[in-house]
């Protein structure tokens, strides 16, 4: 092994489960997260040397965005065919499965710039001023989109009590 794998090994194993975590709830899908996420920590492993004596997370966390951030802005491409897919069967087993589809689709109801202050300010618990800077945009604009997110996803609870009452 080459000098500093053990401890780019050590950083993986500590912090891709939630990473990985993150990257699903910014792309929505498992496939795409762990795709995402690997792309995080490879490119961190090709700045290692650089980065492993300061934040490696915030490094990782910020490829991470980027990334996901950049897979929004391609285009998406969709091949027609002559048979409709068959709508995904989404299984109640319990509650905690049920929350978590619930934050899913309201997440993915976000758009991609709400849903990426939301999850670098709320998941990641980053200052306002750090998700500004990791995003490239003013403070404002982070405050003002993460008022917008969360009235947003405020209103999606509030169906979700009222479809649980009925």
């Given at each position: 092994m080459v000098r500093g794998d053990d401890e780019f090994a050590d950083f993986v194993r500590s912090c891709s489960?939630?990473?990985?975590?993150?990257?699903?709830?910014l792309t929505g899908d498992r496939h795409q997260a762990e795709?995402?996420?690997?792309?995080a920590f490879t490119r961190t492993y090709a700045a290692w040397p650089r980065v492993r004596r300061k934040n490696p997370y915030?490094?990782?966390?910020?490829?991470?965005?980027?990334?996901?951030?950049d897979m929004w802005r391609r285009p998406i491409r969709e091949y027609a065919t002559e048979e409709m897919p068959e709508p995904p069967k989404v299984p109640d087993i319990s509650h905690a499965v049920t929350d978590r589809e619930w934050l899913s689709d309201a997440l993915a109801r976000l758009t991609a710039r709400e849903r990426a202050v939301v999850v670098l300010r709320h998941f990641f618990d980053l200052p306002e001023?750090?998700?500004?800077?990791e995003?490239?945009?003013?403070?404002?604009?982070?405050k003002s989109t993460n008022s917008r997110a969360l009235a947003?996803?405020?209103?999606?609870g509030d169906a979700l009590v009222g479809e649980v009452s009925a």
């Open positions: 489960a939630r990473l990985t975590h993150a990257a699903y709830l795709d995402a996420a690997q792309t915030a490094y990782a966390r910020r490829v991470l965005a980027n990334h996901v951030i001023h750090q998700v500004a800077e995003l490239g945009v003013s403070v404002g604009t982070v947003k996803l405020r209103v999606d």
